[in-house]
């Protein structure tokens, strides 16, 4: 008998299995790390995309109704109401390989091969105006070669830097505000009990 | 018998007939002990649930729904009560079928069951969990009015898990392994990545909340606690922990949960959930019903820096502020509960309240924010909320400058 | 769709076919987030349950359920988990419906509404409540094969309310009034005498446990905490407090707690809970499954008297002792977790805990309390008790020498 | 606006009624403060006795299966199973007549008349051997002048006097005992599922 201590180790858990790893460790890195073999065509992604995903994802990953818009929206970050698609937004390529194998389509997820992934992604590419060609393959070789329009956008977090946080210190007690305050907005959505009144609203939605 | 023979006079005394009848309940018996082996709310507690907006999302198997923070008070919010939000919906697993592996830049890839966990040192810890987009509806402007909505994607938990550092060094982490990828077993297949340095420090692989197991919409049978950080990245039904030399760039950390600026520039890896607080009553689901007089004004505070130090309240829309006291254990992220108790003059009142954390930051006000952010952010909106309390007692959710 | 496809090959992979084959719950939707507006735990934790023990009572609406100790961690119990005790059922009242009254040698007899109630300044604090006949039935020696029946009237949350200090200060407390009747609004009408000092003290008025409001079987809509006293004190459904000069000898002071000693004579208000402690895990519900190696032995300690300083445990009966490590908040007259980790060799263990309060008090031995008070008390055991756990696992009540 | 203090009054709360306070106030003590008008004899109260509280509590106060008995056990105290009854063990009378007024019967609380309680409360006097006389009659008069057999067998509480608490200190951490300790006991109820095997027992009850 003896005590806790964080060197040591208790012995527990069993050794993984190799197929047991494989199994699970499906995940995909920018730098290709976790891509399988195989390979799949735009022509080819058309038709599953078609089959499988455009009753939520629109024919053309416009989104319909409220599902996830995938394609378009390029040149809208700045504007009043930016579109982040794939090709708007998304910095990385692996990641729609990985996420529509792990998670896609919704309700039946890991139906997929890898192959058709691949031709799925390459279709996306294409919605996306990445690659123009319809008889481009996607394949494990020219996928790190392939980049996405915004992956220079993004930037390490730099909170601490704004204003208020770079300005630690007592914050102001009294006549902070040189006129008595005024409202300048009113909440839009009057009620908020679900089921009771109007449910529809103008505002955003939650990700 | 003599049933009655002393109520009939009774009734006929001046007074509240609830005082001077003899009432139901004080006279027959009540449930038995056998009647609730898992006991719930009161009937009349019925209004208190958590609830979500259907025009948020398309699917209400990937969505949200809310605490109700003004009907909670203290610390602790009750595990039937703590918000959810999965991607795939509530996975229903046997602890029996379940299994946790650790593989990847290790020396020894494992595979735990939930009995192999539960052999580790555990320790208990209470952690708020706030997801990145919480607030996230009001980043434009006021919209929600409640509490529940505008602030209800939150929740503060005891946990009872075991320290992550322990299952890494028992596989072993080689000195090239500097992030972590977290995996859950549900239909989203959910993963983040985790920098090592945080792993190694307070995250738990946790499988009680409040005492009990956890609860199936939480992750049952275990999830990661990643204390002060987004609740996206506490993976639920945790069973894969990859080691790794970077991150991996989810689905989760590059399309979501990336703050997008004016500039067109987008801020990664934003972990750390800010000082934050919001008063909770009065708000606009709890009116004040009692007119002029004594009123207690309660709200929360938390930080994923730390302690809550202080928390100021303003009933003049900022102009003026008043510090609350601050009442029961103030745990390290965890949440605060305070109050300020006055004497309303029945006037209309523009209340705010302002946290401030151990680490001396200082809860913004939302302009402050959208002048540093621009208005397209979603995530991490922890400003300043204005409710405006009417002569009537009613209260609206506005901004105010 | 292409359904299937990767899985044909996968099933016939080596290794778990839990791991190695897609689980349903990974790849079909669970339930939404409108599924549970109020969550319940998961259906594989259907034996985590309040029992009571049939033949310990006459009815069971006067009778009591036990806490399952043995699968609950930490220090908060959760509210469907809380053991009940009643005299007349659980009463079900409307909070409009209730009224509490405070006379007697007042300035001002008032009467007071919940939402009355609620515009007091409010505190939050974590005590447990002790029934003063826990661990009863053992007196005589090891009964019952569980910690749930041997220690489960027990449990500890978080309450909100108001101090009573505030309340009698509105009425105004005569300088002659010493003692303080508070009587539940039940159909036993429940009633017990409480000393001034205490109630000017720490003694609430909690309207919340957990963070949400009273369970009915705990009081709803509100019922008195008396910090570290014994659980019939704290009387529910509270409706009446009465100020008066003496004690007023109730029924449940008197014919009941009250604690004969072996000279017949017998001791009246023993309010305060004793050092106590408990090992929960392993013990009789809750075996070793998992044979030699790392096992940890969890526990929880209490006193009324303030904070455990420490806790000793023994795996063998007594004869030597290691200091077991306190984990989660440390607040007084709250429940404390401890653990001790220990590598089991396999041979039977004859396991101890023993408590040591911040007032120095230390538990004593069952035989030592027969000693002082003969073998026909009933309250107030607080003996260390002592579980054998045997070569195969399984654990039961012992008492040794 | 100001914030809470102790000393201060909130002007909360309505005064009471004295009808409302007499509605509640039912409560009665030693010294006889509480009790209402009125008597009623052991005669009378045999009758109600036998009407309303015999089925639990047997005829002669000696308890229906496990009901609580209410008569007897004079003498048990020192013995091995005590018997605590208002004659064996109750300190005071007054406890007798609040207690009835305010719970019994079981089931029906609050139905009894003042007059019934005093006559109930004679009645068990009578089982008790308190009183001799079927016409006794129990009055507010004549209440505090009735004594019962225990009460100076209650003391204060002195567990802080008993040895393991008298003295602290540290508690012995190694060979505590001479020798290994020794299983002296083993549980006697085995089966603790409730519905799953034998629920019957020999045990103790809970109070
Ligand atoms: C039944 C509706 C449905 C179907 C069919 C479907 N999806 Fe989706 N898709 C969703 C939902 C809902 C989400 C967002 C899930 C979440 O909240 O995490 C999503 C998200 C995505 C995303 C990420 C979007 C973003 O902006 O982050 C991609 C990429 C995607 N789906 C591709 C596909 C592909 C490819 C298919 C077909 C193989 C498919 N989906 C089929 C509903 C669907
Ligand atoms: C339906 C069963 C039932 C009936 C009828 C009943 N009682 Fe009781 N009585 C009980 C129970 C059960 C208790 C213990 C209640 C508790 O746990 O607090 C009790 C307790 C008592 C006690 C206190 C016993 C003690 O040792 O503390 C007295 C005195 C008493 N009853 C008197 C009466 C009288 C007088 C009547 C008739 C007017 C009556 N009872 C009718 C079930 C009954
Ligand atoms: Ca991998
Ligand atoms: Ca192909
Ligand atoms: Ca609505
Ligand atoms: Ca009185
Ligand atoms: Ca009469
Ligand atoms: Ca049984
Ligand atoms: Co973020
Ligand atoms: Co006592």
Partial sequence: ?207 | AAAGAGLVSRSALAGDPLITEVQDWNRYLGDSVQAAPYGKPSEFEAHVVRRDVEWLTASPESSVNFTPLHELDGIITPNGLCFERHHGGVAQINPADHRLMIHGLVDKPLVFTMEDLKRFPRENRVYFLECAANSGMEWRGAQLNGCQYTHGMIHCVVYTGVPLKYLLNEAGVKTSGKWLLAEGADASAMTRSIPMEKALDDCLVAFKMNGEALRPEQGYPVRLVVPGWEGNMWVKWLRRLEVGDQPWEQREETSKYTDLLANGKARRFTWVMDVKSVITSPSPQAPVAHGKGPLVISGVAWSGNGTVQRVDVSIDGGRNWKTARIDGPSLSKAMHRFYLDIDWDGSPLLLQSRAMDEQGFVQPTKNELRLARGDNSIYHNNGIQTWHVKADGTVENVEVA
């Fill in chain 1, 1 to 207: 008998a003896g005590s806790a201590d964080t060197a040591k180790t208790f012995g527990l858990g069993r050794p993984a299995e190799a197929d047991e790893i494989a199994a699970w460790d499906i995940d995909v890195r920018p730098d290709g790390t976790g891509l399988p073999e195989g390979s799949g065509t735009v022509a080819e992604g058309e038709v599953l995309f078609t089959d499988n995903c455009a009753t939520c994802h629109g024919d053309f990953g416009e989104g319909a109704g409220r599902w996830p818009v995938l394609a378009g929206g390029q040149d809208t970050l700045k504007e009043d109401r930016p579109e982040k698609t794939i090709g708007s937004y998304w910095p990385y390529l692996s990641t729609v390989y990985d996420y529509v194998r792990r998670a896609m389509p919704y309700g039946n997820a890991r139906s997929l091969s890898d192959d058709e992934v691949y031709a799925l992604t390459a279709y996306l590419l294409y919605l996306n105006d990445v690659v123009t060609d319809e008889e481009f393959k996607l394949s494990k070789e020219n996928f790190t070669g392939i980049h996405l329009p915004n992956e220079a956008n993004f930037i390490a977090d730099d909170r601490m830097a704004e204003a208020h946080n770079a300005n630690k210190g007592d914050p102001c007690m009294t006549n902070c505000m040189a006129e008595p305050a005024r409202i300048t907005m009113h909440a839009r959505v009057l009620d908020v009990t679900p089921g009771a009144g109007d449910d529809e609203t103008s505002g955003g939605s939650v990700d």
